[in-house]
């Protein structure tokens, strides 16, 4: 049977401000972890981003919690080898993953860094829920399809979230969607929901801090 995927709706005017208010709180990186043994304690609910490199997780991250500067992006595809772990306040950590795909790195490096990620997604029992970051002009691609291979694995579930929205016409945008909603058939941790945002104009943003929120 076919699974939808719709348009996750806009959160009631409730659930919009107590998830406002979370973010407007403290937000602080942490650290960035290259090794498990690295991982911050497990004692919090904790979501992650995975998307391509320059799908726009930087800016994703940094318009959720208002803050400029908070992630930092890099023009170059692949730099960052990281997980880095910011705290919204004492009650979740937001983690960034390293952007994968096009990775200008030696084969060694990006062979440690895979090891990592399956590491890390298969044994952190605090993961609520993996954002597979999809940029809209492009669609889901061949290395989109093996971290949600990855995702479907280690048996996290995983909503996709829609970047860049603001950069195609709301034809483009369904065109976009509709493919997309076919290629989740073959991923059985996807989350039956998708979230359109873009961070510049700060549409989707609303949503997806309630669902974040609502994931203790």
């Known amino acids: 049977m076919k699974v939808a995927f719709p348009v996750?709706?806009?959160p009631d005017p409730e659930q919009a401000e107590a998830a406002r208010q979370l973010f407007a709180g403290?937000?602080?990186f942490v650290k960035g972890v290259v090794a498990m043994s690295g991982l911050?304690?497990?004692d919090r609910p904790e979501v992650c981003f995975a998307g391509r490199s320059n799908v726009g997780?930087?800016?994703l991250i940094n318009a959720l919690t208002g803050r400029?500067?908070?992630a930092r992006a890099s023009n170059t595809p692949g730099r960052t080898q990281e997980i880095n772990y910011f705290a919204l306040g004492d009650r979740s950590y937001l983690v960034d993953l390293p952007g994968y795909g096009f990775a200008k790195a030696p084969v060694a490096v990006v062979a440690k860094w895979?090891?990592?990620l399956k590491s890390y997604l298969s044994g952190r029992p605090t993961l609520r829920r993996?954002?597979?970051l999809i940029d809209s002009r492009h669609g889901v691609k061949d290395v989109d399809h093996e971290i949600m291979r990855l995702l479907d694995r280690a048996a996290v579930p995983f909503q996709v979230v829609l970047t860049k929205a603001d950069k195609i016409g709301a034809t483009t945008m369904q065109d976009t969607i509709a493919q997309v909603q076919e290629a989740l058939q073959k991923h059985p941790a996807a989350y039956p929901?998708?979230?359109v945002t873009s961070s510049d104009k700060g549409q989707g943003i609303t949503t997806l801090r309630a669902i974040i929120a609502g994931l203790d």
């Open 68 to 70: 400029k500067s908070l």
């Open 114 to 116: 895979q090891s990592l």
């Open 57 to 59: 997780k930087s800016s």
């Open 130 to 132: 993996a954002f597979a």
């Open 40 to 42: 911050p304690p497990a």
């Open 8 to 10: 996750a709706p806009e």
């Open 26 to 28: 403290p937000v602080d």
């Open 193 to 195: 929901e998708l979230v």
